[in-house]
């Protein structure tokens, strides 16, 4: 349930709606907007059945809400969200662009891509240092190391950090070094975890699970923001379908369908959608244009060396064409290219 304050409504009344909340065990999430502050009630609305909250000084109305996701339903927080990370923001005036390798490998290596993508304009650093792979022989990463290389490189360029986390330990780790954390596809419903990033005080990006229906996927963000945590971004980075040509099917939809859904900032990766990397420039093309909010792009400096996933990475040069040919697309979608 969620309870509508009437335009400009005072911290008086606002405050006394609070506490009428908390005073039957229940807990309040606050949106307040330019006019109007919406109240969200979490928890048995039974509870407050004979509060009579409806006839309370300045309150408009109450409306019910179906979905089983309420701190991230758009219903609780009307206007857009925006995620800080490091030094910047990832919002509904922005487009944002992670980009950087698949894998770490080395510090040299990651040095070398770090510089190349802040030129081009990226404004957050994405590696992998832990790399939940499909095949127990494939490359593992380089997990603390390569954290480390982590913190260098953003002490170097500037720019903000993110690492995919696959366990309390690694995550445990990951704190003292990046400034945001990844849940990747196959730990999206690892409702444990969930619950543990959600503690952690730091930005998430939730990818979304390769066979995850949208609503599966917000009730996952539901389990982190339950925790407290309210900075997370989503990412659509394709679903497993029948069609063979491509690593996954992107579903481009998503982004609308989230913006009618959710508060929550979107980004897609079309590098992990497709697994080719000349499929990358035109999907995030249409990433912009249908109204993601960033983009998170795999760049190597040697792909036809990389340790993981070169086919679907741009080099650094590819990588600079595309962030110029994406600015009029972010100047026609009225977002700052950042």
């Known amino acids: 349930m969620i309870i509508v304050m009437k335009p400009h409504a005072s911290e008086k009344s606002i405050e006394n709606v609070v506490k009428m909340i908390q005073d039957s065990g229940l807990s309040a999430h606050l949106s307040k907007g330019e006019e109007v502050t919406i109240i969200g009630i979490v928890g048995d609305k039974s509870k407050i059945s004979n509060r009579n909250l409806e006839i309370a000084p300045e309150v408009d109305k109450l409306v019910q809400v179906t979905e089983s996701y309420k701190l991230t339903n758009k219903k609780f927080h009307p206007t857009p969200s925006v995620v800080k990370v490091g030094n910047t923001e990832i919002g509904p005036d922005t487009l944002s662009i992670m980009a950087g390798p698949c894998a770490i490998e080395s510090e040299e290596q990651l040095l070398t891509i770090a510089h190349a993508v802040k030129a081009a304009g990226a404004t957050i650093l994405r590696g992998g240092a832990y790399k939940p792979r499909t095949s127990p022989y494939s490359f ?199």
């Open 140 to 338: 593992q990463g380089l997990e603390e190391e390569g954290l480390r290389y982590m913190k260098e490189a953003s002490s170097e360029t500037g720019l903000a950090t993110i690492c995919e986390i696959i366990s309390e330990e690694s995550l445990n780790a990951a704190v003292k070094y990046v400034d945001m954390v990844q849940i990747g596809a196959r730990n999206m419903q690892n409702f444990q975890l969930l619950r543990e990033v959600g503690r952690s005080g730091l930005p998430v990006l939730l990818k979304r699970g390769m066979a995850a229906t949208i609503e599966e996927w917000l009730n996952a963000a539901e389990y982190i923001m339950a925790e407290g945590n309210r900075n997370i971004v989503l990412c659509e980075r394709g679903i497993r379908t029948y069609e063979t040509s491509t690593r996954n099917t992107l579903d481009i939809s998503a982004v609308p369908v989230l913006r009618a859904k959710s508060h929550l900032p979107v980004i897609i990766d079309p590098s992990h959608a497709t697994g080719v990397r000349a499929y990358v420039a035109p999907l995030s093309k249409a990433a912009v244009a249908v109204g993601a909010d960033g983009l998170m792009i795999e760049v190597h400096n040697n792909p036809a060396c990389a340790l993981s996933d070169g086919p679907q990475s741009l080099t650094c040069p590819q990588f600079e064409d595309l962030c110029q040919e994406l600015k009029p697309y972010a100047d026609l979608a009225g977002r700052a290219f950042r």
